[in-house]
């Protein structure tokens, strides 16, 4: 069983930036990839950013390349999500999850989920 916890959100001007923390309880995480999805009001939770067990794959969604990054500190069971350049359109609750396979992007692949910590962009 992996127990996780995000943190670290909050509300923002756009063009801020935060950084999110999923910290986990167990001690195998460090064989867990990881992802990051979120889900605005009304809209379906969606894929933002993932890790794999070493650090080294990540992948991004479209809408923040260039703007979030993954990363993970596997000596401190936590993963990261550091956001720049934030936009209005990025506001919605931000998920943090851990999957056994080596990547994933979709979250039928994440067998553990965090509850959640809310990011609110104004404009």
């Known amino acids: 069983q992996v127990q996780l916890v995000e943190s670290g959100g909050g509300l923002v001007q756009a063009g801020g930036s935060l950084r999110l923390s999923c910290e986990a309880s167990?001690?195998?995480?460090?064989?867990?990839?990881v992802g990051w999805f979120r889900q605005a009001p009304g809209k379906e939770r969606e894929f933002v950013a993932a890790?794999?067990?070493?650090?080294?794959?990540?992948d991004y969604a479209d809408s923040v390349k260039g703007r979030f990054t993954i990363s993970r500190d596997n000596a401190k069971n936590t993963v990261y999500l550091r956001m720049n350049s934030l936009k209005p359109l990025d506001t919605a609750v931000y998920y943090c999850?851990?999957?056994?396979?080596?990547?994933?992007?979709?979250?039928?692949?994440?067998?553990?989920w965090g509850q959640g910590t809310q990011v609110t962009v104004s404009s």
């Open positions: 890790i794999n067990w070493s650090g080294g794959i990540t």
């Open positions: 167990a001690r195998t995480f460090t064989s867990y990839a």
């Open positions: 999850a851990a999957s056994e396979l080596d990547i994933a992007t979709i979250d039928d692949a994440f067998g553990y």
